[in-house]
């Protein structure tokens, strides 16, 4: 067990003694402390977008020294870099490529965030108007998303085809929860989802095959 040192205390070899108290040190757990910091990160990056957030704010929510966050991520800009990574790969490992659009669009719409990947899709709604976080962002959209979006479809531009679907359901976003622009931001989420997923399922469909595929060659 770890004790703390007193400089002055009765009976205390002089230099500093073990306290009679014995109170035992906080031991520290490097993963505990790195899941919290990224789950407030998640948080606040919602809540205010990636300029308006401090270390110093991320962490007194994630009740960490902030000398901890430095440690740990080196700064802010890797800090969110790593927010959008960690929940974006849970998010593409818990949802079938089909399904992906409408789970994207379905947390766009969100009026609030929840927790995981919800905060990612808020947080980069919030935080596309500062430049540092808007390269992380286009690394982050430019790849993972992408790439998973792009394999719906066989077309020979399927990568700008994701793009173009990215595009539209960021932008119904920024348009219905950032600005408020009505009337999107009045419509219910579920007539959205049905005109939305409607095309985005025509813009990202295979071609259907010729006869001769289907009969295969002889």
């Known amino acids: 067990m770890l004790y703390r040192r007193c400089s002055r205390f009765p009976g205390s070899v002089s230099g500093g003694g073990l306290c009679a108290d014995r109170q035992p040190r906080r031991r520290r757990d490097p993963a505990a402390t790195r899941t919290a910091l990224l789950r407030a990160a998640a948080e606040l ?44 790969e849970a998010l593409l490992d818990s949802v079938a490529a089909p399904e992906l659009p409408r789970r994207i669009l379905e947390n766009v719409l969100a009026e609030r965030a929840g927790s995981g990947a ?23 959209l430019g790849g993972s998303y992408v790439e998973r979006l792009a394999r719906l479809s066989d077309a020979a531009d399927a990568d700008l085809r994701a ?3 990215l595009a539209w359901l960021f932008g119904i976003g920024m348009m219905r929860s950032v600005l408020g622009k009505d009337p999107l931001a009045e419509a219910s989420e579920e007539v959205i989802l049905g005109h939305v997923t409607r095309a985005v399922s025509y813009l990202l469909e295979k071609s259907a095959p010729t006869p001769e595929e289907d009969l295969g060659e002889d």
């Open 45 to 88: 990056f919602a809540e205010r977008g990636f300029d308006q957030t401090t270390v110093r704010e991320v962490a007194a929510r994630a009740e960490v020294n902030q000398a901890l966050l430095f440690r740990y991520f080196g700064s802010k800009q890797e800090l969110f870099a790593e927010v959008l990574s960690h929940n974006s």
């Open 163 to 165: 793009d173009l679907v």
């Open 118 to 140: 919800e905060h990612t899709i808020v947080a980069m709604l919030r935080s596309f108007s500062d430049e540092r976080a808007a390269r992380v962002l286009r690394d982050e």
